[in-house]
């Protein structure tokens, strides 16, 4: 299904991508005003603060919840921002409505259960506001997509999609892994899509926070949603990915912001012998399967096991061992190899089923 959507026409300015920040949680009245106050100055147009917060296990700080609407609207009435914040449940969406939220978005845990993503739509139908849906905390794309499409069948036209990486039990640098390839797959789905990248949790610390936003811009993402407060160490939540809204500023000055449009008479000859290159992977792919097939023939005439783990983990080591030699992650070659692999397995299949 291709989403049925509108221009979102979120305020912005020439210099910087869309930016929406504010504190992880409305924490006082005082502290979400001070906030909100700074980044304005700065020229930020949109404010973000969580009011309800789903938290890993019981007894954290889950948020004010209604209470803090009030607040929201007093940053917006004040500083003329538009304001945002999450929404879980049909009741969450009826009192933003109340208190004139302008951008709603739907977090990774509720993405991830589609009977809460129903239950969000239901409460959606005849609702004119922008819905912003984050990736599920698992990589799944077609998760991401079903969510959307659910909100979409509402009659929600405004929506874009907010990457912030995915939960991962081997924690290395960041807090969830960004693996680009996943949004770069859903902007080659549904081109017309804005896609916002969710540096706080991404990296999980702010010294992280530049260069995932540079990375975003570099990869055109439309636009950034990054936790700020007036002072991160004594935020209720999330303390170590929150930056100052001074801080914040400087990162965005920072950013180099590309024109994917233009392309000159040198890259698109480059773009040429990529195109070339590709023609002649697949050719000696196919020759590769070939060979496989007749493979596949010998083991099935000599009653033969179509997976041979010696030889598999030979091409591996062989192949990652290569591609140290040549520049290349071994991470990525035994990847590659991995796939080609399971392709000839399947072939081989094929011919001993036969």
Not at 35 to 51: D, E, I, P, Y
Request: aromatic fraction near 6%; glycine fraction near 6%.
């Amino acid at each position: 299904m291709e989403l049925e959507l509108e221009a979102l026409n979120l305020p912005s300015d020439n210099e910087r991508p869309i930016v929406i920040a504010g504190p992880c949680s409305a924490e006082t009245e005082e502290q979400v005003m001070n906030t909100a106050r700074q980044l304005r100055s700065k020229g930020c147009h949109m404010f973000r603060a969580g009011v309800w917060k789903p938290r890993t296990k019981p007894g954290g700080f889950e948020g004010c919840g209604e209470k803090a609407l009030p607040w929201l609207k007093q940053v917006k009435d004040e500083t003329g921002m538009l304001v945002a914040t999450e929404v879980a449940k049909p009741e969450h969406v009826e009192l933003c409505l109340k208190y004139g939220i302008d951008i709603l978005w739907v977090g990774a845990r509720t993405t991830a259960n589609p009977f809460a993503m129903q239950d969000l739509a239901d409460s959606l139908k005849g609702v004119d506001i922008p819905v912003f849906v984050k990736n599920p905390v698992n990589p799944d794309l077609e998760l991401w997509i079903g969510a959307m499409e659910r909100i979409n069948q509402a009659g929600v036209k405004r929506m874009a999609a907010i990457h912030r990486g995915f939960s991962s039990y081997d924690k290395k640098i960041y807090r969830n892994l960004p693996m680009w390839q996943i949004p770069m797959e859903l902007h080659r789905r549904i081109p017309n899509l804005p896609i916002i990248c969710d540096p706080s949790h991404i990296g999980g610390r702010r010294e992280l926070i530049a260069p995932l936003c540079q990375q975003a811009m570099d990869l055109g993402f439309d636009g950034l949603i990054v936790e700020s407060h007036c002072s991160p160490d004594d935020a209720w939540s999330d303390a170590r990915q929150q930056v100052t809204p001074d801080v914040l500023d400087y990162i965005l000055s920072l950013l180099v912001v590309r024109d994917e449009t233009v392309t000159t008479e040198g890259i698109s000859q480059l773009r040429r012998q990529i195109d070339d290159l590709d023609n002649q992977l697949m050719e000696l792919i196919s020759k590769r399967m070939r060979v496989c097939r007749e493979i596949g023939q010998y083991k099935k005439e000599h009653n033969m096991t179509v997976f041979q783990a010696n030889r598999y983990n030979e091409i591996l080591e062989k192949r990652g061992a290569q591609a140290s030699l040549c520049g290349i992650d071994p991470e990525c070659a035994a990847h590659v190899f991995e796939l080609i692999h399971q392709e000839s397995v399947r072939q081989q299949m094929e011919i001993i089923n036969q």
